[in-house]
């Protein structure tokens, strides 16, 4: 047997963006509750403009190729996303919302853009650059946006196809929302600007009519996307229902709160969404009161963002434990000796003594006779504003110790997840899930009731606390970052899968799911 010696080149190291893997049902229900629309798809004009920018490229004269079409795609995102950038700021009312938030490379691009209000140029191809390192280049992704985050939503609403490296828009959808914004802007000048390779503040100003606060004014491509995301054709079945419903309901929770200016005036955005949808109260106290087929949606973003307050808690706490690891002098070989080692660290018996409970079926207790009532999410004390409490704490940990209110937070939000579970009913009511799925992703609501009825009574508070740490901690990072290797060739890892739960470096941020 012929044997082949070959050197092995390490995988680049990535941070990733679930290391426990408990966003995974987030992701999960939120594609079922909104198909086609995703966390980052974030922009609705880019339903148009991709296809747009494919269909315009086809109709260039002369010989195509993939090499071609590549640096056409990257032009187009970058000179889509400086029209916005500069339209915001021209136009006073710098609003981001309404102009260039989200879009592709905004970051990497507004510095230019201001710059361009002194006059002269820059060049496109400079931001288009695909090289590693260089601080110009605007994303890494070959084919931008589209292919990072569109393509994908694209192509279960039929828009474009990818196949490889390869993408088209549709004839049958694509192509003809493709034409209703080409009705509307300037598609000679736009081809031009990129072949010119030079940007101007006038240019952009000329321009004006691809910014993604146009779209109102361009009838036809307005009313395709509108037709499209209510799906009023009913070509999408059971999804374009769904998606409606969701849309639906966005739009009802809309109506319904009182203007900015009035009593307990809001204005709209995730957190009014998810508290909302959580409780089924809106921000005043009173019942929002939905018809049925909106009600079950309701209830199904209910389930999402428990899951998403189960999330919150469990990285603060894995960040907690890695920030911990860090200043183990020689570390530790295993994660119970890590559970050992933590359990008596001075932050958990300071997180225990502040939630003022000895055992956990005391704080479970003490926790159930003190919750507000679920329609009361602002009071401070509800888990809805607890897991916000808890972001803005850890938005200060460059600045100030903050592993103990961490703790103290995480503790909070999953005692309430536990005392305001309705065991009469399934853990993800009538999302279900197949059979086999929790078994990549144990940390879920399923299993958070099976152990708080199981193995967290007669836990010390400290063993609590240490065994999150431990076994919802490290071990589901380690079992993640593991799969992550294999499957994906990803190195993810925040701790060393070579000398137990040593320190490798901390996790950089806390993540919620938004929705």
């Known amino acids: 047997m012929s044997i082949i010696t070959a050197w092995v080149k390490n995988t680049s190291h990535t941070k990733g963006l679930d290391p426990l893997g408990v966003q995974a049902p987030c992701i999960n229900l939120y594609g079922r509750l909104l198909p086609g629309i995703t966390n980052v798809t974030d922009r609705a004009r880019y339903y148009s403009f991709y296809p747009w920018a494919v269909w ?10 993939f090499e071609d079409l590549t640096e056409w795609m990257r032009r187009s995102d970058c000179l889509f996303t400086m029209v916005g950038i ?69 192509a279960s ?19 003809p929302i493709a034409v209703a914004m080409d009705a509307e802007v300037d598609r000679r000048l736009f081809a031009d600007t990129i072949h010119s390779d030079e940007i ?25 996307l509108v037709s499209l995301f209510f799906d009023k054709s009913s070509d999408h079945g059971d999804k374009g229902k769904q998606r409606r419903h969701t849309l639906g309901l966005l739009l009802d929770l809309i109506r319904a709160l009182p203007k900015p200016e009035g009593a307990f005036g809001v204005e709209l955005d995730h957190r009014i969404f998810q508290g909302c949808v959580y409780s089924g109260y809106l921000p005043s106290g009173q019942a929002w009161n939905l018809p049925l087929s909106l009600e079950r949606v309701r209830q199904g973003w ?11 808690a469990l990285q603060c706490i894995f960040w907690v434990a890695l920030k911990c690891i860090e200043e183990v002098q020689n570390g530790v070989a295993t994660t119970e000796d890590f559970i050992e080692w933590i359990s008596s660290s001075t932050w958990v018996k300071d997180a225990t003594t502040e939630v003022r409970s000895e055992e956990f079926e005391e704080l479970l207790k003490q926790t159930a006779s003190n919750l ?26 460059k600045k100030r110790e903050v592993r103990v209110e961490l703790l103290v937070h995480a503790a909070r939000i999953l005692v309430s997840l536990v005392a305001r579970d309705d065991k009469t009913k399934a853990a993800y009511g009538s999302m279900s899930f197949p059979a086999e799925y929790f078994s990549l992703y144990p940390i879920n ?62 996790w950089g941020e806390i993540m919620e799911f938004f929705t």
């Open 56 to 65: 315009a490229y086809d109709q260039l004269p002369g010989a195509k190729s």
């Open 86 to 154: 500069r339209h915001r700021t021209k136009s006073g009312d710098n609003d981001f919302f309404k102009h260039d938030k989200a879009l592709v490379g905004r970051a990497a691009l507004e510095p230019a853009v201001i710059e361009l209000s002194s006059g002269g140029s820059v060049p496109l191809s400079k931001f288009t650059v695909r090289g590693d390192g260089d601080p110009y280049r605007y994303f890494k992704n070959p084919l931008g946006g589209l292919k990072q985050y569109y393509i994908g939503a694209f």
């Open 157 to 175: 609403l039929g828009l474009m196809k990818s196949s490889g490296r390869s993408i088209a828009y549709t004839n049958e959808r694509g192509k």
């Open 200 to 224: 101007t503040a006038d240019r952009l100003d000329a321009l004006a009519g691809f910014c993604p606060c146009q779209l109102q004014r361009s009838v036809q491509e307005h009313e395709q």
């Open 302 to 312: 209910a389930v999402y963002q428990r899951n998403e307050l189960l999330s919150v």
């Open 372 to 397: 507000p009532p679920v329609g009361d999410w602002q009071r401070e004390e509800h888990e809805v504003s607890r897991a916000q409490q808890a972001l803005e704490t850890y938005s200060q940990q």
């Open 445 to 506: 609501l399923e299993s958070l009731r099976k152990l708080s009825r199981s193995s967290w009574p007669g836990m010390a508070t400290t063993a609590w606390f240490a065994w999150l740490a431990g076994h919802w901690g490290i071990e589901a990072h380690l079992r993640v970052a593991l799969r992550k290797l294999r499957h994906q060739n990803q190195h993810t890892f925040q701790v060393s899968n070579r000398t137990g739960c040593q320190g490798h470096y901390a």
